[in-house]
């Protein structure tokens, strides 16, 4: 994928249009990456955000230094109460605020800009990453939309709004109510403890302008069919008018397949002897998509796909397991949350984001659970780009009031949560949005709805939707308990020592995973979020200890594997606030075992004699 040249050249384009000079600095009392020193507040996150869907013409990032305020709910914006840094949630340190919002204030947002010449007569969309949690835009003082969601980008035509010529006013209004509401929000809570962590509101990932025609091309989604050597593309035109789509496929600069199609129509591109995408050949094609007029290119985007596939199927004693290009493969990563001490749900910078993904790798596991938040589309694109394996959580909420006690992991239908009317349509709105914006990305192979019975409500419904939603991933329904007769797997959690489920109390009919196990801790001062009262699961007061009991605990995945195990999750990457079980600090500057001794451990645990298919 070589698009390294085109997007230096946006960002030599979009970076000058901006002048950042207010002072700015990080807020002092908590722990901080190595990164921290690197963010530019003239210029954060500089990256072109939407990597699996390139349009190759001018746009802007609108990171940066903003003005802001906290009002009471009541109040409208009346008055800046300083500098906040975008896309940094006005928690974090990063941010230069520290401070908390909470369910009775509203956080705003405001700053100036202006239309570069290049995108003067063309519609002007306004992209948000993500922003936590209800939004509404205002253009030079009118309404341009609003959003409900956490976790899933968003955009809106802002043309009508912009004046012809001139400084233009941005305007943001966000609402989060953390923990106090029942919407979508992961580990946040309003008074952060033990597993759960410190709110994020607002304005998370990038925020940019994009210019494009009368007509364009406004979404694609893709899907392969390894069986049948077809990828199938479905195009979401704006504007058209008797237009078509030119679709094409692409090995390097050989094209491999072509088609034109109805700008409401479907593509179906054979690709014949496919290269499969998988951990140790993560092979990408490139996509072409071209919206024609009259014979004239008027809009094109370039994107990817991946020749994959993830099932199951029977092996040699009639137990269900994954198969990944129908393949056994074992999947074994850690619990990745994606929290950092300094910019909290956001990474100080991309090349941290990535970091994270590269130590993962060279310990040795090829598979990340991404565990109840979602990640910027340039995570998703580097574990599509070095082959790592994702099962995407859908972030937690309307979790108060409910207890449930396991027998023997099954849960009958009266224990499940009862929401409100509201509750469940923010559910389904935001895991439907969620899935939507996901759905290209290869590396994804599981979709977890629930996890340990956080808010799970009509699990049977939910799942099932899920699955017809997409049923070219597996569907965790319920991890670590809780179960249904539905999904494609029976997923237990077990601290701190591996285990699995029991396949004759369990039946032949889904695979076997352990969903969370480990939690080995290691505290190491100097890197804590504070000095005491930190937890893990088991915790050691030396890196050998630790490491000798994580030895023992690979050495038993490895019988569990011959006796039916499809994949294990160890808890978990990275410290995270008071919890000190990561396989580094919270601050990244500490691998607590070597990453080679972590591979030669988890290497073992890939052998393909473990497990023979019928």
């Known amino acids: 994928m070589k698009r390294t040249s085109f997007i230096a050249l946006l960002l030599a384009i979009s970076a000058p249009l901006f002048s950042q000079t207010t002072s700015w600095a990080l807020v002092e009392g908590k722990i901080s990456t190595q990164w921290a020193k690197d963010v530019n507040p003239a210029n954060p996150l500089p990256e072109y955000p939407r990597p ?356 023997l992991g099954i849960i009958d239908k009266q224990s499940e949560k009862v929401r409100s009317a509201e509750s469940e349509a923010v559910y389904r709105k935001e895991w439907n949005a969620i899935m939507d914006a996901l759905h290209n990305v290869p590396s994804i192979v599981v979709w977890t709805p629930f996890n340990e019975a956080w808010g799970q409500f009509k699990t049977v419904d939910i799942t099932n939707w899920t699955k017809q939603k997409d049923p070219s991933r597996l569907v965790n329904s319920a991890s670590g308990g809780n179960f249904f007769p539905v999904g494609d797997m029976i997923d237990i959690h077990n601290y701190p020592q591996p285990a699995m489920p029991d396949p004759a109390y369990f039946g032949s009919d889904r695979a076997l995973v352990l969903g969370e196990f480990g939690g080995l801790g290691l505290p190491i001062s100097g890197h804590l979020w504070q000095e005491k009262n930190n937890w893990g699961y088991q915790t050691f007061k030396d890196q050998a200890s630790l490491f000798a009991k994580y030895k023992d605990f690979a050495k038993r995945l490895e019988d569990y594997i011959k006796l039916g195990l499809s994949a294990a999750v160890y808890t978990q990457t990275t410290d995270v606030e008071i919890e000190i079980n990561g396989l580094m600090t919270y601050d990244r500057k500490v691998i607590k075992v070597p990453e080679a001794e972590f591979r030669a451990v988890n290497s073992r645990l890939y052998n393909p004699g473990l497990v023979k298919l019928k």
Not at 355 to 360: A, C, G, I, P, Q
């Open 52 to 407: 699996q869907f390139v349009r190759e013409n001018y746009w802007v990032n609108l990171n940066g230094l903003w003005d802001f305020s906290i009002t009471p709910k009541s109040q409208q914006y009346s008055k800046a109460d300083g500098k906040i840094l975008v896309p940094f949630a006005v928690e974090s340190s990063l941010s230069g605020v520290g401070k908390y919002v909470g369910k009775d204030s509203l956080l705003w947002y405001k700053r100036d800009f202006s239309i570069p010449s290049s995108m003067k007569r063309k519609k002007v969309l306004l992209h948000f990453g993500a922003v936590d949690w209800q939004t509404t835009v205002y253009v030079n003082g009118k309404e341009a939309g609003s959003h409900e969601g956490g976790y899933d980008p968003f955009s809106i035509d802002i043309t009508p709004f912009l004046k012809k010529s001139g400084r233009q006013n941005l305007t943001v209004k966000v609402w989060d109510p953390s923990d106090l509401g029942t919407q979508p929000r992961g580990k946040q809570v309003s008074k952060p403890r033990g597993i759960w962590y410190t709110p994020v509101t607002g304005i998370w990932q990038t925020v940019w302008l994009e210019a494009v025609n009368p007509s364009y091309i406004q979404n694609v989604k893709i899907t392969p069919d390894l069986d049948s050597k077809i990828v199938e593309i479905i195009p979401t035109v704006a504007g058209a008018t008797n237009q078509v789509v030119r679709i094409s496929a692409w090995d390097g600069s050989t094209k491999v397949a072509e088609q034109e199609i109805p700008t409401s129509g479907t593509a179906k591109l054979l690709i014949n002897n496919p290269k499969h995408w998988e951990p140790g050949s993560p092979f990408l094609y490139d996509l072409k998509l071209e919206l024609i007029s009259k014979g004239r290119v008027v809009d094109q985007v370039k994107s990817y796909f991946a020749m994959r596939k993830i099932s199951l199927g029977k092996d040699a004693n009639g137990i269900e397991r994954m198969l990944l290009n129908n393949k056994f493969v074992f999947q074994y990563g850690p619990l990745d949350q994606g929290w950092w001490p300094d910019g909290l749900y956001t990474a100080p910078t991309t090349a941290a984001l990535l970091f994270d993904v590269d130590k993962t790798k060279e310990m040795g596991f090829n598979m990340i659970r991404k565990h109840i938040k979602v990640e910027p589309a340039i995570w998703y694109n580097y574990c599509d780009k070095v082959g790592m394996l994702v099962w995407q959580d859908m972030p937690s909420g309307d979790m108060e009031n409910f207890t449930w006690e396991p027998r």
